[in-house]
Every structure is written in structure tokens, then in C-alpha cells.
């Protein structure tokens, strides 16, 4: 049983929209300035004033461009210098509107002077990095997809890593044992589809506590995707879990561009399927009828049911076609890109893509600038560990999950769900 | 699967004649083995957790699919394979697990090797202390509609903290164990403390928030094993130094029998959280905004503190489960600490229904399963997690009275109910 709590502020906070008290808008000027201080300190006056470090910009399709050499100390401080101007005008005017773009953009001008102390001396592979980013982001994008598809009909989908998982172990075995990689995509939605229905199942026909069942679901796939690899893939290693990985193809003269080309359009299927798919979802829960009909159901489904819409065939639809596109995306572990499935692989991705889809708003592209978030994160550690920063490697292998309770805590606060998410729907 | 059929009898005198004698005592004992009630819906999801396992062990072992393949032409053979590989597999879950008739019968015969008979159950006592403390700990979180999934961050917190003062303080026996005890305890508040605050201070969702938790403070330790002064010294493993006979929970039984103390502080914990749930004043606060924050807010009640509170006395009670585990076994710590203890507790907390007598049962339950998996990987090579495939299917039937009712065609009963209370995201 899911209780509603109607707080005051949830009245007073547009629809599907963030509260975004001044309060808050002052905490982000004030964390910008103290990151214009960490710049000047620790990036400018901590490095040697002769210290360059060297950005590459280029990668085989992409016409070529010189690589970027930066003074290390000089640019630290210009780029403090806007960052603390930036983080003075949210303190001054404190206004929620256009907030969120100034504090990104005071972010992103951190982080590049991070890379830059941390390439001193060096050479950072940024193009890699960029396209890393996208790498790691697609994942997170089906699996926030997954969410919006269920929770838009009122489902709360918290199973999604173990749907990962599961699409993650079939594909992988499937696209070994035929050899056929779509036959892998095929199987990856399928088990992510077995265990959408199965949420479905429990929660929609027996009432069961939709969250307590997804955890449950996790459970169960990471135990029986670890019984069977012992069990049967580890002896038939050869045949049944070495499949091959989609290859990036390029798509003419767009992947020429540069800097960009190479990122965006030289990837491979998941890529590309994860940003048909973000448009297509888009589209259809705000352009159709179809789309009208889930979101009813999902902010009043007692209204719903009274102009004729069947509200548990809508949620089925929804969470099963939500397992399908998590399940996809589990596919794109194993045949995506590492070629092999290994026990718990998706090591709490699943949970960071429910992270993803609730700062993302429960829309689309939010979730598709969430999940590049954390997707830069998650590069941008692995890059850290290369260059040899000196932060031992645990902690850079937190930052991800860092980022994400930061996120969620300090710039999501309280979130407005569709209202009837989570709650099972019986006809009196 | 039809177990629980009802015999024809009992419908008939169902209903009977008005100002007829109450139906005797037996007949209503058998009524209650086939309504829906606590402990028989428990029942069939064992015996249905059960049934997956074995139809599990049966389509990915290579003799029982050799087997099956034959069952057209030597169909005797085959049944006998399959039965005697699941007779081998179950057997030895209860053999490594409860007791082995054979030990027990060398000892009552010869009189000697008393401890080899009860090492099985000593066994699962061991592994059940973690997850009651644990379990309890979650269970407080669910009935105050806190889900804390959390475990085993806070559970690798309280064992750091146990292991800092086990070797960092020097004092006799108990005083050193007590401060061991409260540090783990400590450890463990700390982890909890931080969603919780988090949550009534921001809103931040404590499932989120919790589980990220987990992999921050598996990566802190990680950090801490290879960094002095946790790290053994003269060790290159990630491995933390051992801590001092006076820093481990003394055992209950001599002969090598590993169940210590920590059992018995488990079934206090256990106790005192029934007592503090169903008496205490904050017990009663935690469970009435759970149940309905509007109307807990409405006597008076701060939900935000309360919040912060359960989560911080959950997190402390799964400390103690790390505490339990370091103290009472293993001594030291190593890389990714306490398994699957964080997130079994969860399972175990549902099967319980939140009530800590229910947890120290369903803490049993899970403790055998796994004690027998280890048993069963080392005897049959069936892989130990497909008893955390056996426990998920438990906990989903737990979770789902209504469909335990349709598959053994139960009849309804009020008491089958868990009382259960997650929110929504903005809650």
C-alpha cells in the first residue's frame, strides 16, 4: 500500500515542474564561488606557471583539427574569474528562472579547468572522452526511458537493474549461441520484457507494493544470472558467452564534423536506437492519443477509467513495453560493448538510471541530459585514473554515485511524480 | 503445487446450523491449515521457493539433461537420475544446514563427536545473527514507511568502526567488547543518519540515496584496506589488520562451535525493537506517521525528525550486524564485507513482516538456506546462489498473499495481510 503525501509546497509548484526556492538559487551561487576559489588555489597558484597541458580534439573520421595547448595556470584563473561571476549574479539576483543553465554552465567551466590541472604536463584524449561519455550515458538512457515509460502510467519501475541484468545475461547468450547479434537485442527485450510483465503481474493484478516487488526483482535476477553463469555459461564459455560487439559505423559526412562528428554520429546500433528511441518516446506521450490516455492514467486513474480508458491494460502496456526498453539497454553491456557477460556487471547502473529519470523530470530529455551527466561522470573518473591525478582510485570510482545523491539532494529536492505513481488501482 | 487442497468435509460444514456447538477443535485446526493466514502463506512460499530451485537444479545440471533427453526410451532411468540428483541436492541442503543423521548417530552411539553433530546449526545460528540485527534494523524502517535499502553501506560502516576499536583500543574483555559493540552500533547511525537528514532536509529520496551509499562506502573501504593504519601491516592484499581476542564476541559452546555471543545479542536487539514498536512512545510516533503522516502531523507528531530518527536507529541496528559478523568470525576485514547480508535483510525484514519475531524466524529460514548452499556448492557443485534465487521467490509470494491464495487454492483470511507502507517519490 503506497501512501500520497500532499505537502504544502507540492501545491504551489507548477505542474511536473521543480520547487526552486531562492534559498536554493543562493546555495548554487555560493557553491560556485567556492569552486572559483578551488580553481584559483588549487588549479592556478598550484601549479608551476609554465605548466601547459595539451587537449587532443581529433579522431579518425573527423576532418582534423590541431590539438588545443592550454597554459595550465592562466587558464585556471580566467576560467575562475567567469565562474564567480557567474555564481555572483545567482547570489545577487536569486531569481529560480534560468537558474539551473547558469549553475551548469559555472560546472562545466569547473570541470574544464579541472581537466586541464589534471592533463598538466600531459595530453587528455578529449574527443575519447566526449565520446565515452555518449558510451556510458546509453545505458542510463534506456533504463530512464524504461522508468518514464512505467511511471507515466503510474508504475513505479524500480526493477530496472535487474532487467539490465537479465537483458545483459540473455543477449549476451543468445547473441554468442546464434552468432546473430540482433538475435542478442531480440532476447535482451524479451527478458526484459518477462520481467516487466512479471512487475505488472504482481502489482497490477494482486496489489503488491510495486517498490518492495522491484527490489525482489533485482534480487532474483542477480541471483539466478549469477547461478547461471556458474551453472552454464562459465563451462561453455566459447560457445554460449563470447558473442561479438556491434561495430561503430559511421554516418557519411555527418561523422566528418569536427569534434563532434566522431561523438555523435560514429557509434554503434545502441547509440543511434537510444536516440530514436528518446524521440519516439517523446513524441508519443506528448503528441498522441495514446500518450494523453497513459499520463491520465498515471495523474488520476479513477478519471481515466470514467471516460473509458482501461487502466490496467494501459499499465500493462506501458510497464511490459518499459521492460522491453530497459531490457535493450541491458543488451547493451555484453553486445554492446565488452563482449561478454559477468556476474552484477551493471553494478547499480540500473538505480543510477532511476536517478536519471527522476531529475530528468519524468520527461524524455530531461532524463537525456541527466543521464549525460552521470555518463561524463563516469568517464570523466576512468580519465582520472589514466592521467594519475594522485586521488587514490576508490574515490574517483565514487564519484558517479556522488554526484548522484548530490544531485538528487541538492538540486532535485522535492520532486513532483505523477500523482497516482506507486499507487495500485482497484474498480470499486 | 496442490498441497493444500481443502477436503470435501470441511465445506460442507462450513456454515453451520444457527445455535449449532461450535465445531471442534480439530476440525477448526484443519480449517486453519487452509485459510490464508500468516504462517500458512509462509509455508507454501517455502514449499513453492523450494519447487523453482529444484526444477532450477534440474534444467541446468548436465546428468538430470542427459537424463531428461532419455526419458522417452528408459523413462525408469531417467526419473531416477533426475530424483536422486534432486534428492542429493536437497539432502545436502539440510544436512549442511540442520544436522546429519549420520553424525548425530556416530555421536549418540559412540558418545563422541557431539560437536561435529551440532557444527550444522551452529552454522546457521552464525549466519542468522547478521540477519536479524539487520533485519530488524530494515523492518524499523518499513513500518515507519522509510525503506531503507541501505544495508550494506551501513553494515561495511559499522564493521570499520568495530575494527578501528578493536585493534586501535586496548582494554580487558568487557569493556573492550562493549565499546566495540557501540562503535559498530556508531558506524552504522553514521550511515544511516546521512539519507535521513538528507531526506528531511532536501527531499532527496532515501532509496536512492541509500543505494548509492552502498557502492560510496564499498569504495571507502576499498580505500581504507589498502591505506595504514587499517591495512595489515606487511600485507600488500587489501586485507585490515585482525583485531585482538579481546575485541571478539566470546563463542557460546566449546568444541570449535563458531555461535558466539552475537546471537544472543541478535535476539535481545530483536526483543527490545518488538517492545520499543508495540510500548515505546517514539515506537508508537514511528508507526502511526508511517501509517498516515497527515495525521500524524496533525497530533502534534514531526515527521522529518522522525524520519531522520528511524533511519538512523535502522542504520545503527545494521552496523551491529557488520559489528556481529567481524567481532564473532571473521576478525578482519577484506573487500566488499558482508556479501549479500545488506540486501538479504531486506528480504528478510518482508518475510517477517516487520515484526521482529517474524525477522528472527525468517532470519533462520535464510541463514539454513544459505549454511546449506555452501554445503550443497561444496558437495554437488550446484552453485551457491541458487539459494538467493530460492529466497526471492519466497519473498515475492510473501510479498503477494493474494497469489498464494490462487495457487493452493487457499481461503481468505484477514490476518494474511503484511502491513507494509512504501511512498512515492515525493512523499
Redesign the interface.
Known sequence: ?????L?PS?LVAAPEGRVVTSARVRGMGAFLLALAAIMVLAFGAGVPSDAKATFLLSAPPAIGLAPLVMPVRWVSIALAVVCAGLGAALLVRARPRGSYLTFGAGVTVFIWALLAWAARGNTLNFEQMLAETLVSATPLVYGALSGVMCERSGV?N?AIEGQFLAGAFLGAMIGSATGVLWAGVVAGAVAGAIFGALLAF?AL?????????G???V??C???T???T???LTPYQATLNSPSTFSPAGIPLLDKIPILGPVLFYQNVFVYGAAVLLVVVQVALFQTRWGLRARAVSEHPRAAETVGIHVLSVRYRNVILGGVIAGIGGASFTIGSIGEFSADMT??LG??A??AM?FGRWRPFGALGAALLFGFSISLQSFLAVLNVGI?S??L??TP??I??AV???L??????PAA???PYSRE | MTTAAAPPEETLSEQGAPGAAPPPWWLRALRWTAEANVAVVSFCAIVFGLFVGAI?IVV??PATLTAWGQIGSAPGHSLSVIFSTLGNAFGALFTGSIFSPSAVGHAISTGQGWAAAFTPISETMVSATPLILAGTGVAIGFST?V?N?GGQGQLIAGAIAATYVGFGVHLPLVPHLVLVVLAGAAGGAVAGFIPGI?KA?????E???T??????FL??L??LLV?PPLQQPGQSNAISRTVPASARLPHLFGGGLRVNVGFLVALGVAAAAAWFMKRGTLGFEFKVIG????AGRTAGMDASKATILVLTISGALVGLAGMSTLSGTDFFLSSGYGGNNG?NA??VA?LGRNRPLGVVLGSLLFAALSTGGRYLQANTN??L?????I???I??LV??P??VREIFRLREAGAGKIL????????
Open positions: 500500500m503506497s501512501v500520497v503525501e505537502a507540492d513505479v524500480i504482481l493484478r494482486y496489489g503488491a507494493d510495486q517498490i518492495i516487488v527490489v525482489v526483482i534480487a532474483f542477480t541471483g539466478l549469477n547461478f547461471l556458474e551453472q552454464v553494478a547499480g538505480y543510477v532511476l536517478a527522476i587514490p576508490p574515490f570510482s565514487m554515485y556522488v548522484t545523491i538528487v539532494s541538492g532535485v529536492g522535492r520532486v513532483r511524480p505513481d506507486g499507487v | 532450477l541446468t545440471t514507511g525503506f535499502i538528507l532536509r532536501t527531499g532527496a529520496h532509496v536512492i540515496v543505494i548509492m551509499l552502498n557502492y560510496i569504495n571507502l576499498n580505500y591505506t501509517a498516515n503522516p497527515s540486501f531486506i528480504t518482508l550446484i552453485p546462489d541458487l539459494t538467493q534465487v529466497q526471492a521467490v519473498v515475492f510479498a503477494t493474494a497469489l507494509l507502507f512504501t511512498k512515492g517519490w515525493g512523499a
